[in-house]
């Protein structure tokens, strides 16, 4: 995975991808990030960004001039890109977009704004808007990190135990049971006995059933959007008879 990051505050990019996983990532050459500060690419002596909202208003805009300037820059180097705009008025982020993008051959470029917003001319270089939630932020650079960070890890060989990602697959579309480890015994809080008794089975089906539990307490929505196994139906119809 191949990223080029425009922002106007490239040590906040710097700083999560230096460190941890996204660090040895990069060591081992299964991502790439450059990060372009759009300041740079400004053309006035001032290196000014920002200008006032045609219409009034509070507020500043970004500019199109610098991010059309990086855009042409990065150009010229012939390859392909996927540009993304990060942005509340975007499509939802979700996991399957973060396999899609862990497997995509282009470069992915993140376009991150500040300020109110960025000239909406600049939407005729973007290939795809995309928000991570429905919040509004003062920057789209956290939004591009976790794009980055969900897509990364999913790439063979980023994670340290290739099984963690295996394991996902079987609670795909759920959330995660419930984990624990050493001492048994804490604080009088103690380990389920299942998980200790060795039994692969009954300890695969007491996490399968807990993701579900989880999942219909909190999210039940999610469990509309999956296909259940006829178990997984069984499963859930006794804990709506525990309600
Ligand atoms: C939220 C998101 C995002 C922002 C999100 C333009 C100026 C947008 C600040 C930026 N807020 N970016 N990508 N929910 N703020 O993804």
């Not at 970004?62 to 975007?90: A, W, Y």
Request: negative net charge.
């Amino acid at each position: 995975m191949k990223c080029d990051v425009l922002t106007l505050f490239p040590d906040i990019i710097n700083a999560y991808l230096k460190e941890s996983i996204l660090k040895r990532a990069q060591e081992k050459k299964l991502i790439e990030v450059k990060i372009y500060n759009i300041r740079d690419f400004a053309s006035d002596k001032h290196k000014i960004v920002d200008d006032y909202p045609y219409g009034g208003g509070p507020g500043m805009v970004l500019k199109p001039e610098p991010l059309f300037n990086v855009i042409d820059f990065l150009k010229k180097d012939n390859e392909q890109r996927r540009t993304i705009l990060l942005s509340p008025q975007g499509r939802p982020f979700d996991q399957r977009l973060a396999g899609e993008f862990s497997e995509e051959k282009r470069r992915l470029v993140f376009i991150c704004g500040r300020y109110e917003g960025i000239d909406e001319r600049v939407m005729s270089l973007i290939d795809e808007e995309i928000s991570i939630g429905d919040y509004v932020m003062t920057g789209g650079e956290l939004g591009a990190l976790v794009i980055i960070d969900a897509s990364a890890r999913l790439i063979k060989g980023a994670l340290g135990d290739e099984k963690s990602i295996e394991e996902e697959s079987f609670s795909w579309g759920l959330l995660d049971y419930p984990h624990y480890t050493r001492p048994r015994e804490f604080r009088g809080l103690s380990v389920p006995d299942i998980l200790v008794s060795g039994n692969h089975k009954e300890i695969w089906l007491w996490r399968r059933r807990e993701a579900i539990r989880k999942t219909f307490k909190v999210r039940p929505e999610l469990l509309e959007k999956i296909q259940l196994t006829d178990e997984d139906k069984k499963i859930l119809s006794e804990i709506k008879e525990e309600q």
